[in-house]
Nanobody, 120 residues
Framework: QVQLDESGGGLVQAGGSLKLSCTASGSIFGINTMGWYRQAPGKQRELVAT???????NYADSVKGRFTISRDNAKNTEHLQMDSLKPEDTAIYYC??????????????WGQGTQVTVSS
C-alpha cells in the first residue's frame, strides 16, 4: 500500500506563487512516475505535470514556463513550484504516483487533494 501526503495549497493573488509538496510512503518501487493533476469546478481532472524517477518531466501546455516539477527520489517526495499564477489555475490539486508492481502490473495512487485558489 502507498500513501501520498500533500500540502502547500492556499489563497494567492494573480501573479503570485505557491509551492506544493507531496511525500509518498509505503511500498515504493524504484521505477515510477510522480505528478500532479487538478480538477476545477465543473471540469474533468486534468494532467498538470509529471516526472519519472529518471528525471524526465512532462507539462501541460497551459502551465509550461510557469510551473516547475521536481522530486527527491531518496525522500520519495515531489514538489510543484507554481509561479505567475492565474485565476484559471484555481482547482483542487492532487498528487499522483504510478508504478509497475511485480505480479500486479501498473498501480496508481492519489493524494487527498489540496485547494489552490487564485484571485483576480
Amino acid at each position: 500500500q502507498v500513501q501520498l501526503d500533500e500540502s502547500g495549497g492556499g489563497l494567492v493573488q494573480a501573479g503570485g506563487s505557491l509551492k506544493l509538496s507531496c511525500t509518498a510512503s509505503g511500498s515504493i518501487f524504484g521505477i515510477n512516475t510522480m505528478g500532479w493533476y487538478r480538477q476545477a469546478p465543473g471540469k474533468q481532472r486534468e494532467l498538470v505535470a509529471t516526472m519519472t524517477s529518471g528525471g524526465s518531466a512532462n507539462y501541460a501546455d497551459s502551465v509550461k514556463g510557469r510551473f516547475t516539477i521536481s522530486r527527491d527520489n531518496a525522500k520519495n517526495t515531489e514538489h510543484l513550484q507554481m509561479d505567475s499564477l492565474k485565476p484559471e489555475d484555481t482547482a483542487i490539486y492532487y498528487c499522483n504516483l504510478g508504478q509497475l508492481t511485480p505480479g500486479r502490473g501498473v498501480q496508481t495512487y492519489w493524494g487527498q487533494g489540496t485547494q489552490v485558489t487564485v484571485s483576480s
